[in-house]
């Protein structure tokens, strides 16, 4: 028996150190073992999807008056600005109401950091096997901009497969207590819009979110890694030791990036959300207003009228301008 023990011991060591060899071999190549790897994925997704929260909560007040302020019917104003908007919810919904369609956002993070995570590692396969394939270099890797297109990909591809629960948020987060007729919550929201709207109807505004992608990322990308060069060569107040930037000066390198990015995407984000609330039946107060009936506008249509909306208020401020009123 004891011979026996000791033998299943020393095989049992045995099996131990082939196990810890093999892990140690797949790491120098970079390859991680499955176990490592799948633990390494749900660490990723838990801990975007609570980032992720807590950020969307914390920006939720402004989130939702943007939403209002892009569909609010233009013959029925309520809301003039961020103040005065932010205000005029606290008054009329309480505590409450500036965080009306948070739970429907943040619940959608998490399906969406996933369908991502694995989006961009299969697009980053497929890019890079037919990028070495075009090359004929088997040892290439994936230059910046086809990590770029990689990443848009995964992001429309993220974006398509949860962008019906961003539909009925955005009609969750227009309604008020007037409204006629209330979602209950997100599921009851799919349900009702499916049941008298059809399946196309969760996809409304799917195509301008999906060309907004590529502006977005793209310039996001390009402002962010310009704004970076330029520092590491000009080394303006010090923000730069050792061609390393430091996490503030990233940070604010981000920032800027991406308002560079959502400012330009911002005209197709407005179409989206508009485009989202045409043939509610029971719609909001603020979307139906005492205003012109609404139609079935498509996407080109949405940019004529705001292109036209633009136009006028330009002529508006240089007239201003050039003949002020004494």
């Not at 599921?187 to 008298?196: C, D, K, N, S």
Request: proline share 4%; net charge positive.
């Amino acid at each position: 028996m004891a011979s026996e023990d000791v033998k299943s011991t020393s095989e049992s060591a045995v099996k131990t150190i082939v196990n810890l060899a093999e892990e140690a071999k797949l790491a120098r190549e970079g390859v991680r073992a499955p176990g490592h790897a799948l633990l390494s994925i749900c660490k990723s997704l838990v801990a975007g999807g609570v980032a992720g929260g807590v950020s969307r909560t914390a920006v939720a007040p402004l989130e939702r008056l943007k939403i209002l302020l892009q569909v609010q019917n233009p013959h029925n104003i309520k809301y003039n600005g961020t103040i005065q908007g932010l205000k005029y919810i606290w008054r009329t919904e309480g505590f409450r109401g500036l965080f009306k369609g948070n739970g429907t956002n943040c619940a959608r993070i998490v399906p969406n950091s996933a369908v991502k995570f694995f989006s961009y590692e299969q697009a980053s396969s497929g890019i890079l096997w037919l990028y070495r394939r075009q090359s004929g270099n088997e040892d290439a890797k994936l230059t910046p901009v086809l990590r770029l297109g990689a990443g848009a990909c995964a992001g429309i591809i993220a974006m398509s497969a949860t962008y019906p629960m961003d539909m009925v948020r955005g009609r969750i987060t227009v309604q008020t207590e007037k409204s006629p007729y209330q979602y209950r919550g997100m599921f009851h929201a799919l349900g009702t819009v499916y049941r008298e709207e059809g399946f196309r109807a969760l996809y409304k505004g799917w195509l301008p979110s999906v060309i907004g992608v590529i502006p977005y990322v793209g310039l996001n990308f390009a402002v962010y890694e310009s704004l970076k060069d330029w520092l590491i060569k000009s080394r303006p107040l010090g923000l730069v030791e050792d061609s390393e930037l430091s996490v503030v000066t990233k940070l604010a390198c981000g920032a800027v990036a991406g308002t560079v990015g959502q400012t330009v995407a911002y005209p197709l984000d407005v179409i989206r959300r508009r485009m989202q609330m045409v043939g509610w039946n029971h719609a909001a107060s603020i979307v139906a207003g005492q205003g012109e009936a609404k139609r079935h506008w498509n996407i080109l249509e949405w940019l004529m009228h705001l292109g036209r909306q633009c136009v006028v208020k330009a002529l508006g401020h240089c007239t201003r301008a050039l003949f002020p009123i004494q």
